[in-house]
């Protein structure tokens, strides 16, 4: 809007628009300064507080943030030292990718809740500016948010349970090498894409994918009410009738050992149904013969909660021993007596193996192969020879032949089992 006026004879042009524009400009100018300003402040004060935070977790040995305890005692720590303790997290798609990543732990067999799932949903539903936060409220949130990836970063790269805590044989370590921790975690925090860093820093061989298919398998067969049980009852075989066919049936049907429409209408236990069973035997370690014993029904009548506690049990082992898709390894499945010869996601070739019994376990522990024996020898060890073969031998003298076991003295030379003292307290 213009206006003329003439004063003292002169004439002047007013212009107020421009003025109003400036005016305007300034204004957001300096309310932006003001932001900019208190954003400075409130991230000064958000530092001072994640000191004190610090502190009290390096000298107490605990600490608990809105509620929640914080597990990590030394990386965390390390974090915020080496940034001089300013606030780690400035952008929402970081929490964002995080928050993401915690509540799909759940599909590894892990319990978001372990990661501070709750605070984090409160977050990411309430905050639209981590700088404007009150200090307070940024200092807390920060730490959570980096107890939070380092916790999750951990269990699902080593494990949410100590190995040696349960195995005094465990010989792998529970560290990354060639890099500092406190390094890896404010790189992850940096990425790009929290999904793709993981993926790389945390690869997968093909078991590890397998598990936690069968897991979300499992689930949903428990969410859609699991599995009939299977009546006791006399032992079952291809080509009799019993009243409990339809319910074997109708259990093989629900992990897909029998497709329902090859479900028999009666109560013949014919061909078909039994193919369905040795898969299911096969499955779980046990003779494929397709017969129904004491064995098979209680493997049968195994609750699907228990197979999911399983399967997450079986995540957690997978985590603490495999982490490289590239190796070429061998591995042994001590439940279920088979080695595997494994390369690149193929099972090059597998066999049966000998394993300890449940009070005198197999050793689980990781090793590199160096050589490799064919038809080796086998020196009995002291306590089998004790508790095992000794007995056995002074029972039946022609024990050892009939397992074409030799005997040696101390010297290292042949003794005849026959012509042996067995009866005392060292025998040869």
């Known amino acids: 809007m213009a206006q003329q006026s003439n004063a003292g004879g002169r004439t002047a042009l007013l212009t107020s628009r421009p003025m109003r524009g400036f005016a305007q400009a300034a204004r957001a100018a300096?309310?932006?300064?003001c932001l900019l300003w208190?954003?400075?402040?409130f991230a000064q004060a958000a530092a001072a507080l994640i000191q004190t935070h610090v502190e009290e977790l390096r000298h107490g040995g605990r600490l608990e943030v809105l509620g929640q305890p914080v597990a990590s005692r030394d990386v965390l720590p390390r974090v915020y030292e080496s940034r001089e303790f300013a606030p780690a997290w400035d952008r929402l798609r970081e929490v964002a990718a995080l928050h993401e990543m915690v509540d799909e732990s759940y599909l590894e067999g892990l319990d978001p809740n372990d990661y501070h799932a709750a605070p984090l949903h409160a977050f990411r539903a309430t905050v639209t500016d981590l700088t404007a936060l009150p200090p307070n409220d940024r200092a807390a949130f920060d730490i959570l948010l980096t107890d939070s990836i380092i916790r999750l970063?951990?269990?699902l790269r080593f494990g949410k349970v100590d190995p040696s805590a349960l195995d005094p044989n465990w010989n792998q370590s529970r560290a990354l090498v060639g890099e500092d921790a406190a390094v890896t975690i404010q790189k992850a925090i940096d990425a790009p894409?929290?999904?793709?860093?993981?993926?790389?820093?945390?690869p997968r061989v093909f078991l590890y994918e397998r598990f936690k298919a069968a897991l979300a398998q499992y689930r949903a067969i428990e969410a859609n009410g699991g599995w009939p049980s299977v009546p006791a009852g006399p032992t079952l075989r291809a080509g009799t009738a019993d009243e409990r066919v339809p319910a074997l049936a109708a259990r093989l049907a629900v992990t897909g050992d029998l497709p329902?429409?090859?479900?028999?209408?009666g109560t013949l236990y014919d061909e078909t149904l039994g193919a369905a069973v040795q898969r299911f035997q096969a499955r779980h370690g046990l003779s494929a013969d397709g017969v129904i014993g004491a064995g098979t029904l209680a493997a049968l009548n195994v609750p699907v909660a228990a197979r999911i506690d399983q399967l997450r049990v079986s995540l957690e082992r997978a985590r603490e021993v495999f982490y490289d898709p590239e190796s070429d390894f061998l591995v042994v499945n001590v439940a279920g007596f088979q080695l595997y010869h494994v390369r690149r996601g193929e099972i090059l070739w597998r066999t049966r193996v000998q394993v300890g019994q449940p009070f005198r376990q197999t050793p689980i522990f990781k090793a590199e192969m160096t050589y490799l024996v064919a038809n080796p020898t086998w020196t009995v060890p002291p306590t089998v020879?004790?508790?095992?073969?000794?007995?056995?031998?002074?029972?039946?003298?022609?024990?050892l032949a009939s397992r074409n076991i030799d005997?040696?003295?101390?010297?290292?030379?042949a003794v005849d089992p026959a012509a042996a003292d067995w009866s005392g307290r060292n025998p040869p």
Do not use: C, T
Not at 193 to 202: G, H, N, Q, T, Y
């Open 407 to 413: 005997v040696f003295d101390s010297r290292g030379a």
């Open 385 to 399: 020879f004790r508790n095992d073969i000794l007995p056995a031998v002074r029972r039946n003298p022609a024990y």
């Open 260 to 265: 329902a429409s090859s479900a028999p209408a």
């Open 193 to 202: 894409s929290l999904r793709e860093f993981a993926a790389k820093v945390i």
């Open 30 to 33: 300096v309310l932006g300064g």
């Open 153 to 155: 970063g951990y269990h």
């Open 38 to 41: 208190q954003a400075g402040v």
